[in-house]
């Protein structure tokens, strides 16, 4: 057999499964370590993978590591009274942070990738099971015996307004650096990384330094106020920390009152080395950092039925905008209105509505307000 041929039968096997390994390789073409080794480094000199990684240059991902967790909701039929039992309906489907991201950029046709933890259970089977069936890509995920997979119970008004939630997040515990070790040439194969804070200080720390290094960038996403205590001091290289009113006030160690005190919070978090914020605010809109200043958007109206995931939905379409090469975080969020507005409006905590090209093309802002 040619050499020719030989070479195109590893690079097929690089791209049915991006991390085999070389001796993998080797076994399967019946070839040496030492051959296969150099056949790879021609296909780096080629271009046609990214070097350690395997990575096809038309594949690389958007990587989002954190938490998958089983969703329930309750939704009192009535005005919830405390301290007694209510009448309510519930409902059961997929949740947590980065599995939410994942899946809506999956449904709007970008490249998606997860690393997340499951117990290996029914639970665990299941989650895997719809993240595969909605194209993402779930090899990196680590499943664990004798620990059960996460959960997320949110308990809504009859509004739809989520008045409490009990999250069970202790599996992402197992998400230590020395497990993304493990993940290496899958991290440094993505486009773009974005994490939540259901992750280890360590872990997110060792993000923070790897993206600093590598070069990759990273998208943080908060996920709770006492969660902040996960965001590391130093935050040199991150590109993007997206985070409500209250995370920011609990990261500065002060209540914010007005914009001006926001904007002051903003300047002090990108002296930490976070290239840009992004200030979720609920109805009321999103600011973000530019270099001109703090800039403001409204919200568009969207009739209530559910908020759970539309914060998720918003940072997705930030993601998917940073992943198209967008440098305008004011038309990126403008992208992530319009989708946390579809996802508040259905049922779902990940928008069935939500399809490729949905977000294409320039979006309409309804406030672009330079805050001096």
């Known amino acids: 057999m040619s050499e ?3 070479k195109e039968q590893l690079y097929e096997l690089i791209r049915a499964n991006p991390f085999i390994a070389q001796q993998d390789l080797a076994a399967q073409l019946g070839l040496s370590r030492s051959a296969v080794a150099n056949y790879i480094a021609t296909l780096v000199r080629e271009r046609r993978i990214l070097g350690r990684a395997y990575v096809l240059p038309d594949r690389r991902p958007i990587l989002c590591i954190g938490a998958a ?10 005005k919830l009274a405390l301290a007694t039992s209510n009448p309510a309906t519930q409902n059961e489907s ?3 942070v980065a599995r939410n991201i994942a899946e809506n950029l999956a449904r709007l046709g970008a490249p998606s990738a997860l690393i997340t933890a499951v117990g290996n259970d029914a639970s665990g089977r299941a989650l895997l099971a719809h ?11 680590l499943r664990l015996d004798g620990v059960g997979s996460g959960t997320y119970t949110a308990v809504l008004d009859q509004g739809g307004e989520m008045v409490v939630a009990l999250a069970d997040m202790a599996c992402n515990e197992h998400l230590t650096p020395g497990f993304l ?26 993000l923070v330094e790897d993206s ?22 130093q935050l040199p290289g991150v590109r993007l920390l997206i985070l409500n009113e209250g995370e920011l006030a609990v990261r500065v160690g002060r209540p914010l009152a007005g914009l001006d005190a926001i904007a002051a919070a903003c300047a002090e978090v990108q002296r930490q080395g976070v290239q840009d914020l992004i200030v979720t605010c609920g109805a009321r809109g999103v600011l973000h950092t530019s270099p001109a200043g703090l800039r403001s958007l409204d919200a568009p109206r969207a009739e209530v039925v559910d908020v759970t995931g ?28 319009k989708l946390s507005a579809m996802t508040v409006a259905c049922a779902q905590t990940v928008c069935l509505e939500i399809e490729p090209g949905l977000l294409d093309g320039p979006a309409h802002l309804n406030i672009d307000t330079i805050l001096d």
Do not use: Y
Request: glycine share 10%; hydrophobic share 45%; aromatic share 2%.
């Open 4 to 6: 020719q041929p030989k």
């Open 69 to 78: 967790v089983l969703d329930r909701k309750l939704r009192s039929l009535d």
């Open 94 to 96: 997929f949740g947590g």
């Open 131 to 141: 993240l595969e069936d909605a194209g993402i890509d779930t090899r990196g995920t």
């Open 181 to 206: 070790a493990s993940r290496q040439q899958q991290r440094l194969g993505a486009a773009l990384v974005v994490a939540d804070l259901n992750l280890p200080l360590d872990t997110i720390d060792a």
């Open 212 to 233: 600093a290094r590598e070069g990759i960038p990273l998208v943080l996403v908060a996920v709770s106020e006492p969660k902040m205590a996960r965001l590391p001091q």
């Open 310 to 337: 539309a914060g998720d939905a918003f940072a997705a379409a930030i993601c998917w905008s940073l992943h198209a090469g967008e440098t305008d975080l004011g038309l990126a969020c403008a992208r992530g209105l």
